[in-house]
């Protein structure tokens, strides 16, 4: 079983509406989570950290439920230069990180 | 610039033959690590680095070997590629700083194309 798990999508969105991704994990003891984006064949890059109460980063909203296990990305009023995939991380302790296999996204004019 | 490089960006090569993906940061970082991405398979951990001469593997580190001899750069070696090796390959680093290496930013290098034949 992996240990992080992510809906490849493709999902395809217009301009202005809400989107979100859930990324399931399957090891409990895991301790950090993060967002992080990649535009094509380009490198990955942080887009939020996810923190147990819930956190806000502008059009950005980055939950965690640990009784379910997984976390969400809500990405509201979507940009076309949202279009990326957006990659679900997950840290188990230790020094060791787990990547999802990403989800894709293309916002649409 | 704060950055982390990779050197070379693009490698085609023959079974067999050992070649090394360097891998250097100018952020004075503790923490370093290499990552593969196939399709399908998403990024996966071969072997990270939290400080000079110490080294742990990863998810999937056969087959390769790596060194961290300076703190700003950390080589990846293959002293025998084969085809499933043929990957995109990134260089990560992080501080430690803010809580932790397993709490903290990575920075990704910008990617090595490997292909073996």
């Known amino acids: 079983r992996k240990e992080v798990e992510q809906d490849p999508g493709p999902f395809n969105v217009p301009e202005g509406a809400t989107v979100a991704f859930n990324c399931t994990y399957s090891?409990?003891?895991?301790?950090?989570f993060f967002w992080y984006r990649q535009d094509c064949r380009k490198e990955p890059k942080l887009l939020m950290s996810?923190?147990?109460s819930g956190n806000e980063d502008g059009r950005f909203t980055a939950q965690l439920n640990r009784a379910s296990q997984y976390i969400s990305l809500l990405i509201r009023d979507s940009k076309l230069s949202d279009s990326a995939t957006y990659l679900c991380?997950?840290?188990?302790?230790?020094?060791?990180?787990?990547f999802g296999t990403g989800t894709s996204l293309t916002v649409i004019p | 610039e704060a950055q982390v490089t990779q050197n070379p960006r693009y490698l085609i090569t023959v079974t067999g033959k050992k070649l090394t993906v360097t891998c250097s940061q100018n952020?004075?970082?503790?923490?370093m690590s290499w990552y593969r991405q196939d399709p399908g398979l998403g990024l996966r951990q071969i072997y990270y680095?939290?400080?000079?001469?110490?080294?742990d593997k990863g998810d999937v580190p056969e087959g390769y070997k790596v060194s961290r001899k300076e703190k700003r750069n950390f080589p990846l070696i293959l002293e025998s590629p084969s085809p499933n090796q043929t990957s995109l390959y990134f260089c990560?680093?992080?501080?430690?700083?803010?809580?932790?290496?397993?709490?903290?930013?990575?920075?990704f290098g910008p990617g090595t194309r490997l292909t073996v034949l």
């Open positions: 090891n409990s003891a895991s301790q950090s």
């Open positions: 991380v997950v840290n188990i302790g230790g020094n060791q990180f787990y």
């Open positions: 996810v923190y147990s």
């Open positions: 952020m004075n970082h503790e923490y």
């Open positions: 680095s939290m400080n000079v001469e110490v080294t």
């Open positions: 990560a680093s992080s501080s430690g700083l803010a809580g932790g290496f397993s709490t903290d930013t990575q920075y």
